[in-house]
């Protein structure tokens, strides 16, 4: 779901220059106090940008922790085994040695 999530904010974040075409610089106050404003689109670009950053440091923790539960399943010296099969098949009635 993140990778999707990155996925989607890096398309939305190239293609912000052709949404926003109808909005132009704010202004101060009085109009002549100021220079101009940010952009509506440096604003979402830069609101993106900081999506991005935290997609992905989420991302690195999930890929850290899968990780390290990876490594712990293989230390188990004895292989595992999952047994699937319809309701009231019998699984739970198979000798386990």
Request: charged residues 30%; without cysteine.
């Amino acid at each position: 779901m993140l990778q999707v999530e990155l996925a989607q904010l890096e398309y939305l974040k190239s293609r912000l220059v052709r949404r926003r075409t109808h909005l132009e610089r704010q202004r101060g106050a009085l109009g002549f106090v100021g220079g101009s404003g940010e952009t509506q689109i440096e604003s979402d670009r830069r609101a993106i940008d900081d999506s991005i950053i935290r997609v992905k440091r989420r991302l690195l923790a999930v890929i850290r922790t899968r990780g390290l539960h990876r490594s712990a399943r293989k230390a188990v010296p004895y292989p595992i085994v999952a047994l699937v099969g319809y309701t009231n098949a019998g699984k739970s009635t198979l000798p386990t040695a």
